[in-house]
């Protein structure tokens, strides 16, 4: 693969967990040696590279931009400093950058012009309210955001419940975070009493709670969920 | 929750990674305040203590084991000392505990009592190679191991692929190490020339391989899967 570059995947924090909690010192060292930097957002991409790489100076690293404004045609341009062998990361405003997120499409583009292209290590709430739930770690699916009209929701809710159950499958699920209390009435009213649903908010912070009942005990249960990033999961 | 213990998830690397690359440094700390452990295999659990925490005694460590042969009547003793105060770590073999493994039980257990349950972050396969592969990460389902007879392994591989093209999910799914080459032709043989296929084998570790091309790109493309672990994504 001659000299070209390296496609760097880099996971921000969840929040405002502290990062030697969530990132391995690893992701530091690569992160000296890049100056080239496609990004969901520039603001807080340079707030993560301040704090991890205080050393590095800012004003010399390159910015792209890619989220739902960008004309995708681009993104080859984007990737060109890769032909000359520098390296670039990409960094994703929370998490791991290519799930649920833009840097997919880049990542996607790497793989067609043979760019190797390496993911690093760090915090994932889909994959840690998932091993914290106590629900089937061999067979689960991530669904994304639910449907926005209540009838719809819940048409959605219902099925995902079905194959929780019947395929033993866990079922993952997000919402915007002030709609978390209707997705949460919704299934108090909808699912079979002893259904499991793990409720997991605020993951790696201070505040984190992840918490695994019946529908019925849920019932009885106070969660403050508005506003609070918030992964639903049934198993 | 008075004072109960806390159960703690601990990630191990995947293969011979070093630990400062895929663990951060805050799990260290966890583990110096940890005597009692829930592991999938003793032996793997004390070779990680010895290397990440050298300075415990590990002969004043208590170990349980969980794995197929435990009788899972013996889990509520396994946790008993957490209402002692004393927090207990579950360590798995590779990788994140409770994804795909049999640490899932002793979590489920741990809700049924009260007990907060704490995922540290560490390395999945699963998540590192969905993160690389450029595919959906938006919709995406883990399907564990295929089936062991071709027959039966092949509608399963035409169903994945269905699924993946449909829906636009991405499908994962693994294999016994020695039977991959099998999976592979199995693809080849069976999928749309079009349809794209990620394979991610010795993720973390030096000889790590992560790339995407399309069935018939596959076609004329040699690659060695032949006992090194290997995740497959169709999207």
Redesign the interface.
């Known amino acids: 693969m001659n000299n070209k570059g390296i496609l760097y995947?880099i996971p921000t924090t969840l929040g405002e967990s502290?990062y030697?909690?969530?990132?391995?010192?690893?992701n530091n060292t690569i992160l000296q040696e890049i100056d080239v930097f496609v990004v969901e957002n520039i603001k807080t991409a340079r707030r993560f590279i301040k704090k991890t790489a205080p050393e590095k100076v800012i004003d010399d690293l390159v910015f792209y931009e890619i989220n739902k404004r960008t004309n995708l045609d681009m993104l080859p341009t984007f990737l060109k400093p890769i032909d000359e062998g520098k390296n670039i990361g990409v960094i994703s405003d929370a998490g791991?950058?290519?799930?649920?997120?833009p840097g997919?499409?880049v990542?996607?583009?790497?793989?067609q012009n043979n760019i190797k292209?390496?993911?690093l290590?760090?915090?994932?709430s889909?994959?840690?309210?998932?091993?914290?739930?106590?629900?089937?770690?061999?067979?689960?699916?991530?669904?994304?955001?639910l449907p926005k009209e209540q009838k719809d929701r819940v048409r959605k809710l219902k099925d995902l419940e079905r194959m929780a159950i019947a395929q033993k499958?866990t079922q993952l699920f997000i919402e915007t975070p002030y709609r978390n209390h209707h997705v949460m009435e919704d299934l108090l009213a909808n699912c079979n009493p002893n259904t499991k649903l793990?409720v997991a908010v605020d993951?790696?912070m201070a505040s984190?709670q992840?918490?695994?009942?019946t529908i019925v005990e849920w019932k009885s249960t106070k969660i403050d969920l508005n506003k609070r990033p918030c992964v639903f999961l049934l198993g």
Chains 1, 2 share one sequence.
């Open positions: 995947l502290a030697s909690q969530v990132i391995p010192s690893f791991c950058p290519g799930v649920a997120d997919a499409d990542v996607a583009l790497a793989h292209v390496v993911p290590v760090g915090p994932s889909i994959l840690l309210s998932l091993m914290a739930s106590g629900f089937n770690g061999q067979s689960f699916c991530f669904n994304g955001y499958q793990c993951i790696t984190e992840i918490v695994t009942k």
